[in-house]
């Protein structure tokens, strides 16, 4: 089993631009949930699933936009990027609610 | 705002010693579980223990909880240079399954 992936594993974008993170699970996980890890604030919940074909906001939503059209996957898009927005991204899935999360490797975005 | 708060910061100790730190946290909570994160990777879950248990072991580990007090704390027994990393506690409250993160504790093991 792959566990928990994520594509890309770095990007760089300008001010403006737009781009979508992909996260994909093998575990058949219903819950799935996407956070950002700055310098010395731990991880924040940006958006999170606890199904196919739902979708609720965390505790940073602003500025992002997610799907689950299908179970295995995840998707966080950036509509419009802003330099705030320089951080490293996690996936995570977990089999039940408040269980264990199994994280992906993260994604590495910077926006100048 | 972050539930749990890791202390120390940092913290360096020589292989072969423990290593403790400590979570507290505000509200009440369903369980409070663990992570591991090595430079430039994903976290690893290592442990959970819920609000009705007091202490929990998985082979070098030990976790307490106090509920009374809101703190938890997480002992590496006998560390290894591979246990160099940042541990992370979570809480997940009684309604929900958001987990909220602390900011960690970075270990250092000097070989």
């Known amino acids: 089993n792959a566990g928990v992936t994520q594509t890309p594993k770095f990007r760089v974008l300008k001010t403006g631009q737009s781009m979508t993170l992909l996260c994909a699970q093998d575990m058949n996980h219903e819950y799935m949930y996407w956070y950002r890890q700055d310098p010395g604030m731990g991880l924040r919940l940006i958006h999170y699933?606890?199904?196919?074909?739902?979708?609720a906001k965390g505790e940073v939503p602003d500025g992002y936009n997610v799907s689950r059209l299908k179970k295995q996957n995840f998707l966080l898009g950036l509509e419009s990027a802003a330099p705030s927005q320089t951080s490293v991204y996690f996936c995570a899935s977990s089999r039940e609610t408040g269980g264990p999360k199994f994280f992906g490797p993260g994604t590495r975005l910077t926006v100048l | 705002s972050q539930q749990g708060e890791e202390d120390p910061q940092a913290l360096s100790i020589q292989e072969g010693e423990n290593a403790t730190m400590n979570c507290s946290y505000k509200?009440?909570?369903?369980?409070l579980q663990w992570y591991r994160q090595n430079s430039g990777r994903g976290l690893v879950h290592l442990i959970l223990i819920r609000s009705n248990e007091r202490e929990k072991h998985s082979g070098r580990l030990r976790v307490t909880l106090d509920t009374s007090k809101k703190s938890s704390s997480l002992l590496i027994t006998a560390s290894r240079a591979a246990d160099t990393a940042s541990y992370f506690c979570a809480t997940g409250k009684a309604a929900g399954n958001k987990l909220t993160f602390g900011g960690g504790t970075r270990v250092l093991v000097k070989p």
């Open positions: 699933s606890v199904g196919e074909g739902t979708t």
């Open positions: 509200t009440s909570i369903n369980n």
